[in-house]
């Protein structure tokens, strides 16, 4: 079955460059010209992968993202013609797993895609155990589901291969240029950015209080840790 890509312009001539270059690497592409239609397609079409532009009217890329994440971990790419860092950072913020600045060449379109693809599909390679608790917090590695006590917590797919770096290596302390490799990919080694603002995103749907972290702790100069419970210390 192909990969079903959703791609969200008001520009007819993004949508049919984007639709072109994308159908030549054999993925099927449905288009949307606004953000309520591409809501309204998220149920229809299901799609694998959302690529979504920002300065759309009426509903704008950025209000469109947070009401996806509502209710879908889908990988989400936004297209801005805008590069400021104001805009990078609202966009990953508003739950994007990566952004590229319009005008971009089709090989670094097709990169990026390939990417946030391949970190979706791969976020649960390695685990030995279905379940992984630590505190408040229990994830269903089967299922690719995070709970924070009864209640279902809902993560893009970056965020979750984020969390899963950790819970794969409780107690240790991670660096940047380590997290950004694993789940970014080595591309991004230097790109520290995308980084805090994630790291500030998963806490705000993680943590009890995110300003006196339980689950993911910063270690100054040195990175970030997942601390271990008193039963793992034990």
Known sequence: MSTRILVVDDEQLYRHLLRVN???????VITATNGEEALDMMSS???????LDVMMPNLDG?????RIRQFSNVPIIMLTARGEENDRVRGLNAGADDYVVKPFSATELIARVRAVLRRAQNTDQGIQNRYFSHGNLRLDFARAEVWKGDKPIYLSATEYRLLIQFAHNVGRVLSAEELLTAVWGEQYREDKEILWVSIARLRQKLEDD????QHIVT?????YLMP?????KA
Do not use: I, M, N
């Not at 270690?219 to 990175?223: D, E, K, P, Q």
């Open 22 to 28: 994308l159908e030549a690497e054999d993925y099927e």
């Open 45 to 51: 079409a299901q799609p694998d992968l959302v690529l």
């Open 62 to 66: 950025f209000s469109t993202c947070e």
């Open 210 to 213: 995110p300003h006196s972290p």
């Open 219 to 223: 270690r100054s100069g040195l990175g």
């Open 228 to 232: 271990p419970t008193e039963t793992e």
